[in-house]
């Protein structure tokens, strides 16, 4: 675990972030509905973040490599651009845009350590028999680790329901 700079989102000069990882899975929208509602609600700025994960490349085909980075980077601000519309129609929230390349939960710490404003990761749990998906599971596992809450929401919850929750 590497050693992140303390949080900084109430002091003079700085505004809390709401930090929300975008995927293609189904309960992601319930994670950007939540977040945005509650930034909204509090004041605070709302970050998205969409990870690449990157494989080993072979040399030889280093081109073909370098074609298929370039398509899943278009992709990433597809969807990020998806979600931040998202976010806008829900509590009129602009939020940051973030797209990393490397494991996700690597590239979380990442960004907490670059931005001590980010005050609280947020993520939806699959309402699936396979359990929470990979990500919840992942986190929830090394969550008492993190420099910040993680709020994770349950991925049934419909829009009126986080609504009066958030």
Not at 33 to 56: C, P, S
Not at 93 to 111: M, N, W, Y
């Amino acid at each position: 675990m590497t050693t992140i700079r303390r949080r900084r989102s109430y002091e003079a000069g700085h505004k809390p972030k709401w930090l929300v990882v975008i995927d293609d899975t189904e309960e992601c929208d319930r994670a950007v509905y939540f977040a945005a509602r509650r930034a909204a609600r509090v004041g605070a700025g709302l970050v998205m973040l969409r990870v690449i994960e990157t494989g080993d490349h072979n040399q030889q085909w280093l081109g073909v490599a370098d074609i298929m980075k370039q398509e899943a980077h278009e992709e990433a601000n597809a969807s990020l651009e998806k979600y931040a519309s998202r976010a806008n129609g829900i509590a009129g929230v602009t939020p940051e845009r973030v797209v990393r390349e490397g494991g996700t939960a690597e590239q979380i710490l990442k960004l907490l350590e670059e931005d001590e404003d980010i005050a609280i990761l947020v993520l939806a749990a699959a309402t699936g028999k396979d359990g929470p998906g990979p990500l919840v599971s992942s986190i929830g596992k090394t969550a008492g680790d993190y420099p910040i809450p993680v709020a994770i929401v349950p991925g049934h919850l419909s829009n009126e329901e986080i609504d009066a929750l958030a």
